[in-house]
């Protein structure tokens, strides 16, 4: 069945004798929607006709006309079109603009454009990095880009300040600590005197905003990239795309659009081809010692609850473990429970309780015969990053997460794609 999408059509009228900054301004509205990413641009040329002066321009046989109408036309999104309308105001001083709503059937490729997110946090290089860690913190955001006199020069990721600051705990960990001691581990003696130029990453890797969605999933998975500035053909920034965005666009897209050629082939295939079977599990009565031993060692941060069969009866997350030790209110524990989830402190053997004491009874699964399609509308509706996988009698099987279904879907897309 054909699907029709509702569009906008902008029609922009000028004299093709107008010009901006020397160029055409007809050229320029058109090269201006091609560095943002808009689906296409026509420009057309009129035989007839006449504007706000009353003055009659018209092409006869015989006679070069050198001032005619000139229409600008621009089909697109109604969201894209509402952006792009300041800047086609701005540019127009004389002539006319026109907006229609419309439906239309658009065989294009999904670009970045579509998924990023165009309002982004900045710092300058001279930030002092006490205030970019705040700011992220504050804004929930994993990554900010790093401008110097208007221009991208680089970006810090939590990656970077756990590897160049020290940063005594990951960021999406901080929600867990008690308010009072939040500030002591976000913050530590190393920030002092540091500012964004001394952690950033760069030169920063980026995508131009007209980067399909594919080639922007095949980037990610070839660099082990999780977050990329996209900028416009100028080297502007526009806005930041996540690894999160790209795989939440596929899963948009596969549910209404599963047989067309803009979405990866691997879409198709299921849970049980792309899963991890080497799941840290430990047994209800096990000492919280050991469990926490396996889930600082594994880089999932899980540990599934099994009994001897292999069937399902909790999860614990490393937020579960922290979240047990400050309902026994005790500062001290919890400072100790987070130099080890840092490793930077070994496993106590005196450490007390067990698994089941801890453990969350709620175990998010997906059957193996799930497409990934189904798995990341899962892994987007529970906003969670991994899933257990089980069969009909709940029994382990293993477990996705977003990185392995990001590289299995990169190497399911053909070179033709």
Not at 266 to 294: I, Q, S
Request: proline share 5%.
């Amino acid at each position: 069945m054909v699907k029709l999408i509702d569009v906008k059509i902008l029609k922009i009228f000028v004299s093709e004798t107008v010009r901006h900054k020397g160029a055409p301004l007809y050229d320029v509205i058109v090269n201006e929607a091609r560095q943002r990413g808009m689906a296409g641009a026509s420009v057309s040329r009129g035989v007839m006709g006449f504007g706000a002066s009353n003055l009659l321009h018209t092409a006869k046989i015989l006679r070069l006309a050198e001032d005619l109408p000139v229409i600008v036309e621009i089909v697109d999104t109604p969201s894209r079109i509402t952006d792009f309308l300041p800047v086609v105001d701005a540019l127009v001083e004389e002539g006319s603009i026109v907006v229609q709503d419309g439906q239309a059937i658009f065989h294009l490729p999904m670009r970045i454009r579509d998924v990023m997110t165009e309002q982004v946090v900045t710092v300058g290089t001279q930030t002092p990095l006490g205030e970019v860690v705040e700011l992220l913190l504050r804004r929930e955001v994993k990554a900010v880009p790093v401008m110097e006199a208007g221009r991208l020069v680089g970006i810090i990721t939590g990656g970077d300040l756990l590897a160049r600051a020290r940063m005594p705990l990951r960021l999406d960990m901080h929600g867990h600590v008690p308010i009072n001691l939040r500030h002591k581990h976000s913050h530590c003696t190393e920030f002092e005197g540091l500012r964004a130029r001394d952690i950033m990453s760069a030169p920063v890797t980026t995508l131009n905003i007209t980067t399909t969605v594919t080639d922007a999933l095949k980037m990610m998975a070839a660099r082990n990239i999780k977050r990329l500035p996209v900028t416009s053909e100028d080297g502007t920034l526009m806005g930041i795309v996540s690894r999160t965005d790209v795989l939440a666009a596929i899963g948009r897209t596969s549910a209404v659009a599963a047989h067309l050629d803009v979405l990866p082939a691997g879409v198709h295939a299921c849970a049980r081809d792309v899963l991890y079977t080497n799941v840290p599990t430990a047994a209800p009565d096990a000492p919280l010692a050991e469990v926490l031993k396996l889930l600082v060692a594994s880089a999932l941060r899980r540990v599934v609850i099994v009994d001897a069969d292999k069937t399902i009866l909790g999860i614990i997350h490393d937020w579960n473990l922290l979240q047990c030790f400050v309902r026994q209110n005790s500062p001290t524990l919890v400072a100790r429970l987070l130099r080890i989830l840092t490793q930077r402190e070994a496993v106590p053997a005196s450490l007390e309780g067990t698994a089941e004491e801890v453990m969350s009874r709620e175990v998010l699964t997906v059957s193996p015969d799930a497409t990934l399609s189904e798995v990341i509308q899962t892994l987007m509706d529970k906003k969670v990053k991994r899933l257990v996988v089980a069969d009909q009698k709940n029994h382990l099987l293993g477990m996705v997460d977003r990185d392995v279904i990001l590289k299995a879907l990169a190497k399911q897309i053909s070179p033709a794609q």
